[in-house]
């Protein structure tokens, strides 16, 4: 077998998961990090020399400036090409651009406002913003807290996807280089980091998700922990963004809300409705080849301005289209998390990102598994709600409704394409049938207040009703009690695993077997004289028996009562 070819200066075979860069003298290749290029000033590289050419040769000839608005910045400045987002061109522009205030849209509140109760009642439809954090449950570290911090708890040897954002491409490089860059007054170049998920670091310990994300996560209520999927972990983000750093119009994965505090410095959004209208803007801009010629906030009616400073917590709502900027060095916080109350938008958003082709490393991880689970205990859930005489509410139904829509595509999309996220202790065509049976249970005629059958409700509130006013929250209380189930399971499973103890039943045997052993007498004669007087008088063999059992030496066993078991 042939030996693997050797490349660099270290005389290593090709790695895929390392970046590489070409000697246009020597045509051999290079590791970037042993000849001291950055994967994103690459692409500033007109021809390179490596370490052993530039001693012939010179030093590498870097590219031509020729313009500030285009992402390639060698194109002729002739004024025929529109400015593109990210530019330095187009972020000066952003500045100066007029636009509706956020005021108009959002809701602020206090932390101890912000309940999973209160948005069961109130919908989560527009933007909260949170100045005072008391009772959000929100924990971070100080507003000391430096990029150097962030280095010393994640590790500097973590590679990191940052943003070039006058390219608006992305590139790896490990945490040091970045911060060795964000520290230096001298930036070439507006670096962007806005995916550094550390809940597998040291730093997870600093920061805790406010407790409206926590206690409504698809993923903290309903993912199991034997499950053969890998957890998703994409609740503790940490954002670090030189000024004038700009993230072009998105949807979060998978449709999910999204929780942002700024530490320090400042972030300004730009927001745009979910309307049925506007994603389907969305999605034709999105599949645009010239969509970054195009400014997304043209094409719609109203594009709201929010300014997020220092020590403020934003929470964005499913489907919510939003771009935004840095205007001044930051650090934020950040979360991604599913939940019940707006079930229809998320499948809305996931079914988009398949048709848009958006690459699995930019969707939710494992969503369609999580939507079993989901659907699974969703079921319980109604079966609990009607066994209780209790209606679920609306944005509950509509959303098994829109699940079940969801599961029966996919299932159907299996016979295509084989990708199946269906775990394997679910039984997917029973659920989608259990779950359209509660379904129609709810769609039941009714009669007055009461349903037809059974399941009507006793609280005096009919199955449209958006709450059951008998319980404190009935949802909240059902997830207490599921979790209460799992908890439970996972103790009967830890005790099938441990050494099993006797029971009193078992102790008894094992005496009664051990005695009746030592009771055992030899085989009788067959003596005519002797059979005779046995089947006249059974109780000659008892007799004989205890007889024996008294003249055995060791026949002392005992049995003791403690605590309630017997022990010999």
């Given at each position: ?397 509509d959303g098994v409704k829109a ?25 997917p065509h029973n659920l989608i ?74 102790i008894l045997e094992q005496h ?57």
């Amino acid at each position: 077998m042939a030996a693997a070819p050797l490349y660099c200066v270290c005389r290593q075979p090709y790695d895929v998961s390392r970046f590489m860069i070409e000697c246009d003298i020597c045509k051999d290749w290079f590791h970037g990090s042993c000849v001291q290029v950055e994967e994103h000033q690459a692409v500033d590289i007109d021809v390179y020399h490596c370490p052993n050419c530039d001693v012939l040769h010179g030093p590498s000839l870097m590219k031509k400036r020729n313009n500030w608005h285009r992402h390639d910045y060698t194109e002729p400045n002739d004024g025929t090409k529109p400015v593109q987002a990210g530019t330095p061109v187009f972020v000066k522009e952003l500045q100066n651009r007029a636009f509706a205030s956020g005021e108009e849209i959002m809701l602020r509140m206090k932390g101890e406002q912000v309940t999973p109760r209160y948005l069961e009642r109130h919908g989560f439809k527009y933007p909260i913003a949170v100045t005072e954090m008391e009772g959000l449950g929100l924990k971070l570290p100080p507003t000391t807290f430096s990029v150097k911090d962030v280095e010393e708890y994640v590790g500097g040897d973590k590679v990191i996807d940052v943003i070039d954002v006058a390219r608006q491409a992305d590139s790896k490089m490990k945490l040091s280089e970045f911060i060795k860059y964000y520290t230096n007054p001298h930036k070439p170049k507006v670096l962007n980091l806005i995916s550094l998920e550390f809940s597998d670091t040291k730093m997870s310990k600093l920061v805790e998700v406010p407790d409206v994300a926590q206690k409504m996560s698809w993923v903290e209520n309903y993912w199991p922990d034997d499950s053969f999927f890998p957890k998703p972990f994409v609740q503790k983000y940490c954002l670090m963004g030189v000024k004038d750093s700009y993230t072009d119009f998105h949807i979060d994965f998978g449709g999910t809300s999204v929780w942002y505090h700024v530490l320090w410095g400042e972030k300004i959004f730009y927001l745009i409705k979910p309307t049925l209208d506007n994603l389907a803007l969305y999605e034709t801009w999105s599949s645009s080849p010239n969509q970054s010629e195009v400014f997304f906030g043209d094409k719609v009616d109203k594009c709201y301005k929010c300014v997020v400073p220092q020590g403020t917590t934003l929470l964005i709502p499913t489907g919510w289209i939003h771009a935004v900027l840095t205007s001044q060095d930051c650090m934020a916080f950040g979360g991604n998390f599913l939940h019940n109350l707006n079930i229809g938008m998320q499948l809305r958003c996931y079914e988009m990102e398949r048709r848009l082709k958006t690459p699995d490393l930019f969707k939710f991880p494992y969503f369609e598994a999580i939507c079993w689970y989901v659907a699974k205990n969703l079921l319980e859930t109604l079966r609990e709600l009607r066994e209780d005489n209790c209606p679920p509410p609306n944005y509950l139904v509509d959303g098994v409704k829109a699940l079940i829509g969801a599961l029966k595509t996919w299932l159907k999309r299996e016979v295509t394409e084989p990708s199946s996220e269906v775990p394997d202790n679910i039984r997917p065509h029973n659920l989608i049938k259990e779950l359209t049976k509660e379904i129609r249970h709810l769609e039941e005629p009714v009669i007055g207040n009461k349903p037809v059958k059974s399941q009507g409700s006793a609280c005096g509130v009919v199955s449209g009703s958006n709450s059951c006013p008998a319980t404190r929250s009935t949802l909240e209380r059902l997830c207490q009690a599921r979790r209460a189930r799992r908890a439970a399971r996972r103790l009967r499973e830890q005790q099938r695993q441990a050494p099993k103890m006797p029971s009193n039943l078992d102790i008894l045997e094992q005496h009664t077997r051990e005695v009746l052993k030592r009771l055992e007498v030899g085989p009788l004669e067959e003596d005519a004289a002797f059979c005779a007087k046995v089947h006249g008088k059974l109780n000659k063999v008892s007799t004989a028996s205890a007889a024996a059992a008294e003249s055995l030496d060791n026949n002392h066993l005992r049995l003791m009562f403690v605590n309630g078991r017997i022990i010999r």
